[in-house]
């Protein structure tokens, strides 16, 4: 209980006092995370789209896949990421591994299933209501999927903040691909991890309550930019 | 585009018939009523000639080919399918998706606002709306492309008098402007107001068409006259 004080109090310290090392971690979490979000969204949007307005022959195979890599262990991913960027992986002339590039790679394989499983959730609510319009009105395939990611733009933030979140959180994978060096490829959860393994309880519950708040703002800044809950219907 | 003709068109659905065989020709001129009772196969002989509905069997043919035919149509629902968006979103739309300017767009759609009485309403969502206010919008959004032929499917089914009016004064005058429509409804005394022909329907058969006095004059069989006197045909 002591210790959880002692963090609250630290935390609140290094915030107040803009401890440069605790900005540099926190903004490159949210480089990492946010640029992989990008990436994810840019993929997973116009692909969840795509399968809910096309009818081809392995389509629910395909939504299994999908739903199944939700689930994707990030431990798994990173595995996989440093094999192919390691040295004498297939990618390994890039020299990636221990960048925050690998970690970004990493972080969008992880995320990018949950986007876009999440968002084919909810535009294939919202087709079955438009189905028949659309198709009366005469639209193509791309207007189709414009109007589906248009109209259910609340519901793809939501699959953004949870992208987010599963992004922010993660451990395992970016510690393997970016491998925690200071002043490189440090970022709060794995300082968290760093300061609980030698001991620093207090410094580690200090970064996880402004991770945990970092988080906590994105949240509110994107319903607050959003205008959800306010008036309509959505 | 006229005149377009139906020959043999059948619509099954896992073997069971919900339609035809209907031989028939529409051509350009006034308003076509589609009468008959529940499960009589209105919608799906309006859905059938719109091109949401597979052919079972048999061919439609309009006199240009169906991708033009298909840009001068347009159909209204039993329930209204409004976009997630503001009445003037909605009403612009079928204009946008035709790649006229959005300048242009919203001119024309103040205008349909107007007529169809909800100038005051344009930015409210179109959802919120009540259900006469929503169909009025529906039958606008239709029209506002100038279509040749609207396909209407009980389009008063479930509103009010006033409702009912507003609608059917801007069907009569669209259909005064040059546009064929083909409505299906329950509503014999709105079929005397509005059709210069009728198409009666008995189970899946189209048992007559021809001018409105001929059909009210002399019904084709027992169905129709049970039906023009207002007892539950079964």
Known sequence: MNEILQGLVQAFWLVISLDTELIAISLRSLYVTLTALLISTLVAFPLAALIVVTRFRFRRVVIAILNALMGLPPVVVGLLVYIIFSRSGPLGVLGLLYTTSAMIIAQTVIITPLIASVAHQSMRE?????RDLLISINTSKPQRIGTLMWDSKRALITACLAGFGRGIGEVGAIMIVGGNI??????LTTAISLETSRGDFSLALALGFVLISLALSVSFATHWFGKTE????? | MFPLSISRVEISVKSKKLLGPINLVINEKGITVVLGANGSGK???LEALHGLRKLSRGKLEWSVPNSQAAQQQSFVFQSPIMLRRSVIENLIYPLIVRRISKSIAVEEAKLWAQKIGLENKMSQQAPLLSGGEMQAVAVARALITKPKMLFLDEPTASLDGLAKKTIEEILIIAAKGGTKIIMSTHDLGQAKRLA????Y????ILESHGPKEDFLNSPPSDA??????GDIVI
């Open chain 1, 230 to 234: 306010r008036g309509g219907l959505w």
């Open chain 2, 196 to 199: 210069n022909d009728i198409i």
């Open chain 1, 182 to 187: 200071d002043n490189a490829t440090r970022v």
């Open chain 1, 126 to 130: 919202l087709w079955a209501d438009y």
């Open chain 2, 43 to 45: 919608t799906t002989l």
């Open chain 2, 201 to 204: 329907l008995h189970k899946g």
């Open chain 2, 224 to 229: 129709a006259r049970q039906f023009l006197a």
